[in-house]
């Protein structure tokens, strides 16, 4: 990570959802978070979840293809 980037990822500030605010430490800023941003009600969450695509991770899709290949090149 460079420049920009780096800068915009070591400040305290809160950049959930355009927010803004500026902590002292990033102790106070997860805080913020936490408190402010992130919703902990448990029908809340479920519904969040639901919404969420299925997906397979790609290291699996990775590790699937290239047992593939080997079978292939045995097989031939």
Known sequence: ???IAAASFFSNTCRFGGCGLHFESLAELIVHIEDNHIDTDPRV??????????YVALSYINRRRTALRAHQK???
Do not use: S, V, Y
């Not at 519904?47 to 299925?54: A, H, I, V």
């Open 45 to 54: 969450l479920e519904k969040q979840e639901l919404q969420q695509p299925t």
């Open 74 to 76: 045995m097989a031939a």
């Open 1 to 3: 990570m460079t420049g």
